[in-house]
């Protein structure tokens, strides 16, 4: 069984980037997480993720899955069935919620990197489903590119409360751009804002998000979020798995 789940969530990694949509086994991430779940129902373990929470009254489940091969590529899913960024579930409280549980998670990112990437500058990102390779709704962790982050350094005054296009390409892409005041991140819901973009509504299965720290070192900065849509739209192009910007010898 624990051989069967690491081939499982193997699968569901394969490639890196996971935004190959050419990938026919859409479910294998699902079945590592529900051995993750079994886990801890049965022993209080978590392999092969890094953690589970099943849940309460008050808030649905989640977990937490490393990538194999990448230490700083982490995912955050529902222990529930949901598909993705278009699932109608997310559009109410479940969807708030499984965004404060991926910011819990940022630390899983730092952690590994010791002290050289701050936690608010870990970005997080869920791609559309022509753009994934997997349907299990997960919110992909990592460290942000270090010209998106320059980007967003310098067209910071641009970005206000309400959606706008950004005002430069991001890895060729045109985004539209929102910022989300400090007070508002921890109740904010990624996927309901995305469908108040004006005709986004029951238009978000070809959406895709990023969000980060407006200024890593200024906990009052807020977050920004970033979204396009496209049939294959993965906003994950914005992120770096290898964690160049967080390297000895190289800053912010």
Known sequence: MRRMLVVATLLAFTPGSGADAANPVRDVLWVALQGCVLAKKAAGRSFPCLSVDLGDATRPGTAVLRAPGHPTHTVVMPTDSVSGIEAPVLQGPRGAAYWRAALDARHFVSDVLQGRLPV???????NSVGGRSQDQLHIHLDCMRRGVMAALKAQDPAVGERWAPFPVPLEEDRYLAVRVPADAVATF???AALAGVPGWQGNLHDAS???VSADPDDPAAG???????MPDASAEELMDH???????????
């Open 223 to 229: 977050m920004i979020v970033l979204a396009y849509r």
């Open 242 to 252: 290898t964690c160049r910007m967080a390297r000895p010898g190289r800053g912010m």
């Open 209 to 211: 998000f990023a969000a």
């Open 189 to 191: 819901n990624p996927f």
């Open 120 to 126: 608010a500058a870990v970005g997080l990102e869920v």
